[in-house]
């Protein structure tokens, strides 16, 4: 009887893309089952084949946009047993999540990733946007077709809708703090001249904060919300591939190809196929440059590996090390002094505090001015700063570039003075708002009338 | 193809396209519709707040309605609670010896001052902004006698100026 002889080592990939080994992908042992690892791997699909080893550097990017990306995962993750245990009713909302926190087996700690994971992804993204500010990683540089300027301001829609998300799920608890802290939010709204209050109404669903608000903070955290920022991820992802990679990836080909003796435009350097002629290029003598690329197979899976667990493993910590707070049921009969917004407001509850002014007899409402027009405002031009921005290309990817040290030194003002707002806001403010030092004592008050 | 016919394949694409776009707009418009409430369940604006004699001469606070009464013999008024600023509830503080002050034309016995706990805003007894980020006064609202049982009726939808006052039998 004849046997099939079988190969003493695993078959070379009989086309690109298919390998008999499952999890070979994971260690390719040449440049060739690199690349087709990228294809054949879904969860690899969406990386290029060859990377800049610049781009890869830990104090370049700082990963930040990784971390987001891998606190949004947990923050999935961690939502789903949640929905299971949490029930969107004013009645029992409170006990829902009382029950999680002190009866569900583990309850608290998922709960506290969840919560964790929420505000350091604010954090996580607000840094990321500094990072790309500083590092002028909007700007276009060597490539051609790039569209950079527009996957900052789908980054910019992406922070708006993680703020979003972080203050919708902030009213589910349906506690002291999250009721007053959802009334000073919606009020911001209502404070807009004219259309205000019908703002507010579709906002809550009433003219009081009730289950109609609930319900509607619910379904905008659990489904609405998630869905529309993870449109946009998965664009935003889908635009730096077609932008090249990092900006910094650009100056490294830009520097090549000043110094290369007579550059060969050759190669239509396209990263998912072709691209229809508006596909970034890059001469051939930068991007065969062996030296400055590696395999995205393993480099690029290791550190982003490196960074996502590495996200995990520090919030699964910190979260069984801090629980979260859970106020006395909500109560709209008493407001808290002092009654604070999420601390990632503070910054602008501080601004509302000091804003209302008067000019001839009519008097602006600092809600208005604070909480609306110079928040829209930021937005506005950080948005458009792009097209603001008139640096040259070799400013891409570089952090302080000389030629945007003006504009980097007025937007690091900017935001120390956001985040110097938001501490005084944290640790500085007690009862009605008075200013304390943290080592000052508040003073004792009545809790009751 | 006859220039007649282009024009007509044009316009019919722009027809089919006009018709996609008005068809997805009224359905967007639908759902959005169907999120602005016809009917609210809200409380009530018009309360029964309890029998005149109930009132302690001074003030009380109806934590409900978010709402002072201030008792003056057989005068009434009422002052809202809630800060004009963002709609926090204020504090009632006593002051040390009651004043007199004029008011909107008429005098008016003061025991209190108001201060909002969310920004600081801080009233006087007759609801002036004093300090703080509040933009207007708090508001004063109508009292008046129920006809059926001599209950005061509050009336949170109609604010009154603040020479108001009720006078009970």
Known sequence: ?449 | MSREQKNRRDFLVKLGIGAGGVGIGTQAAASLRSLLPNVSYDAPTTVKVGLPADFPDGMKFLPEQRLFVFREGKVFHAVSAVCTHLGCTVRAEALPQPETVEVGGAQLRVTHRFACPCHGSKYTGDGKVVSGPAPRPLLWFHLSVSPDDGQLVVDLAQEVGRDFRLTTA
Do not use: C
Request: charged fraction near 15%; hydrophobic fraction near 50%.
């Open chain 1, 1 to 449: 009887m004849a046997t099939l002889a079988k190969p003493a080592t695993p078959a070379a990939p009989a086309a690109p893309g298919v390998h008999p080994k499952r999890l070979w992908s994971l260690r390719p042992r040449s440049d060739r089952e690199a690349g087709d690892a990228v294809v054949s791997n879904f969860l690899l699909h969406w990386f290029p084949a060859k990377v800049f080893k610049p781009s890869l550097d830990w104090t370049y990017s700082y990963w930040l946009g990784t971390i987001s990306a891998a606190l949004l995962l947990l923050l999935v993750v961690s939502g789903l047993p949640l929905l299971f245990l949490y029930v969107p009713s004013v009645e029992r909302a409170y006990g829902s999540v009382k029950d999680i926190e002190w009866v569900v087996t583990f309850g608290s700690w998922i709960r506290s990733v969840h919560r964790l994971s929420a505000h350091l992804m604010v954090a996580a993204v607000f840094l990321h946007l500094v990072r790309v500010f500083l590092t002028g990683a909007y700007k276009n540089g060597a490539g051609r077709g790039q569209q950079r300027e527009w996957n900052w301001v789908i980054g910019v829609a992406m922070l708006l809708l993680t703020l979003f998300l972080s203050f919708t799920g902030y009213l589910l608890p349906w506690d002291q703090l999250a009721y007053w802290a959802v009334t000073v939010g919606t009020n911001i709204a209502a404070s807009i001249p004219w259309i205000g209050p019908q703002v507010r109404e579709l906002m809550i669903g009433g003219r009081n904060i009730d289950q109609p608000t609930l319900i509607r903070f619910y379904a905008l955290h659990v489904i609405f919300l998630p869905a529309a920022l993870g449109a946009l991820f998965a664009y935003h992802m889908w635009r730096v591939r077609k932008d090249g990679g990092l900006a910094r990836a650009d100056r490294v080909a830009t520097a090549r190809e000043k110094a290369a003796d007579e550059p060969v435009r050759s190669k239509t350097y396209t990263l998912l196929g072709v691209a229809r002629g508006t596909a970034p290029t890059i001469r051939t003598s930068t991007l065969e440059a062996r030296d400055l690329t590696v395999n995205a197979v393993p480099d690029l899976v290791r550190r982003a590996a490196v960074a996502v667990l590495g996200t995990f493993a520090v919030i699964s910590v910190l979260a069984s090390l801090v629980r979260s707070p859970l106020e006395e049921p909500a109560n709209p009969l008493v407001t808290p002094n002092p009654a604070k917004a999420p601390w990632y407001f503070l910054w602008l509850q501080e601004i509302v505090t000091d804003t209302t002014f008067t000019v001839g007899g009519f008097t602006v409402n600092g809600a208005f001015l604070g909480g609306v027009i110079l928040p829209g405002l930021l937005v506005g031009l950080l948005a458009a700063w792009p097209w603001i921005d008139r640096s040259r290309g070799e400013a891409a990817g570089v952090w302080f570039h000389g030629s945007r040290r003006r504009q980097n030194l007025v937007f690091l003002l900017i935001v120390l003075v956001v985040v110097a707002l938001t501490i005084v806001g944290t640790f500085m403010r007690g009862p009605s708002w008075q200013f304390f030092w943290p080592w000052q004592a508040w003073p004792e008050l009545p809790t009751r009338i």
